[in-house]
């Protein structure tokens, strides 16, 4: 008969002992013996498998993401200045404009940098997986206000009509107000970068609003 090792349990020995007094069986203990994942230094198991977003910011299927939404808001601000005329002789340069109205070269720097940030705000809350209600939702939202946004412009400079572009402006208001609640749900960095994008939507409602 084998000789046991010292402190070693028999299997009937450690059947008839309380679970309490019953060695751990660790990693190492013997084919069969349930290893126990290591910590990592933030907390969580390895080996551990969970849910992946649907893309990870920088991998190909979210830069593609990332494409897809600059040539979305390439496409809107490509259509917009086309139905844009300011130049002498215009409808719009025999307005009264409003004395705090900035030098014509500003919209278009500013314009810019807002289309970027709109641009990077949706990919990031498409890279948090585009599957999810809360996604879908957000990004419906802020397909309103991209129609709504070039629909001002096509209201207020291809119809000449200040009152018809005073109405779209409130509800372009208050449908990217609406796109970032949606976006902090999803990505609350994506919901700041639209924070310049309502400032100047409001103050762009100021000047349609001096000219009624």
Known sequence: ?????????????????????????????GPGAPETAEPTRDGNTTGAVGPAPAHRLGTPGSLAVLAISVALVGVVSLVGRSWTDTG?????????????????WAFGVVWTLLYV??????WRVAATGRTSR??????????VQLALNLAWTGVFFGR???????????ALIAAVAVTM????????????????????VVFAATLNGYVL
């Open 181 to 200: 609640r949606e976006f902090a749900a999803c990505s609350r960095p994506a919901a700041l970068m639209l924070a310049p994008y309502l400032a100047w």
């Open 1 to 29: 008969m084998p000789q046991r090792r010292a402190g070693e349990v028999s299997p009937r020995e450690f059947i008839r002992r309380r679970p309490e007094e019953r060695p751990e069986r660790g990693m190492g203990a």
């Open 88 to 104: 002498p002789g215009s409808w719009y340069a025999g307005l009264d404009t409003a004395p705090w109205q900035p030098a014509g």
């Open 134 to 143: 809360g996604v879908r939702a957000a990004l419906a939202w802020y397909g």
């Open 160 to 170: 000449e009509s200040p009152w018809g572009g005073m109405v779209v402006i409130v």
């Open 117 to 122: 940030l709109m641009a990077i705000a949706a």
